[in-house]
């Protein structure tokens, strides 16, 4: 039982019930800057950002390198990649990279990764709520691959909230294959129209002050129950 509930997005169908408030979810200021601010290492350089969560993604190392090799030459020499991964995916990563001349950044760790958000003119993520946060506090476009086995499937809730805003291109893990996303990422760099699109919308469902939001529930939530 409790006596409100907090929300990170307007889930109107959730709105209806008045013990539901929408407050946002507390991202870092770090995030909410890059909205205003764009750098990338090089101008004639497309930075693609894949984040795995807190653990990494073994998929990702499977299917994204896979995907890059098999895009058109032209496109890949004008790509620059940060990925984190595993610990133990590291070298192979390297070596694959490294073999199809790809510039890049591998890590099973970012420090400050809202530095590499600001490079980034895609993110191809999984969607726990603190990623997806980040994702359209700095207003990035992306492609979200939800965990399957997350807690009452949130992450694909997550990514749906997104996908049905037109800010994300959503992949089922099942559908997550080597020709699957070659075939967006090759569709997105071909026509930046659409990332442009999706770095709008995911703008405009960001809740802002968050933080102060959810202080603001909690003292007056208290105020009523005492």
């Known amino acids: 039982f409790c006596n409100k509930v907090a929300l990170s997005f307007n889930l109107k169908e959730n709105l209806k019930n008045p013990n539901f408030v929408l407050t946002g979810n507390p991202v870092s200021r770090d995030f909410e800057n890059l909205r205003y601010s764009r750098s990338n290492i090089d101008k004639s350089k497309f ?3 894949i984040i795995g969560g807190s653990q990494g993604a073994s998929v990702f190392s499977e299917v994204v390198p896979n995907a890059i090799k098999s895009l058109p030459e032209k496109i890949k020499n004008k790509l620059y990649i940060y990925q984190q991964c595993r ?3 590291e ?3 390297k070596k694959i990279y490294k073999k199809l001349g790809i510039k890049f950044t591998v890590s099973n760790y ?3 990764i809202y530095e590499i958000f600001k490079k980034a003119d895609l993110i191809i993520s999984r969607s726990g709520g603190s990623t997806i946060t980040e994702i359209v506090a700095s207003a990035k476009p992306s492609f979200l691959i939800p965990l399957p086995n997350s807690l009452d499937n ?3 809730e997550n990514a749906y909230e ?3 805003n037109n800010a994300c291109i959503l992949f089922e893990q099942k559908d997550f294959s080597e020709k699957s996303l070659s075939e967006k990422l090759n569709m997105v760099l071909s026509n930046k129209s659409f990332l442009r699109e999706m770095s709008i919308n995911a703008k405009s469902i960001y809740k802002k002050n968050a933080a102060n939001n959810l202080i603001e529930l909690i003292l007056s939530t208290s105020k009523e129950v005492n």
Do not use: P
Request: charged share 30%; glycine share 0%.
């Open 162 to 164: 997104l996908k049905n």
């Open 154 to 156: 949130h992450q694909r």
């Open 110 to 112: 970012f420090h400050k």
């Open 47 to 49: 930075v693609l950002l």
């Open 91 to 93: 070298q192979a990563l």
């Open 87 to 89: 610990k133990n995916e």
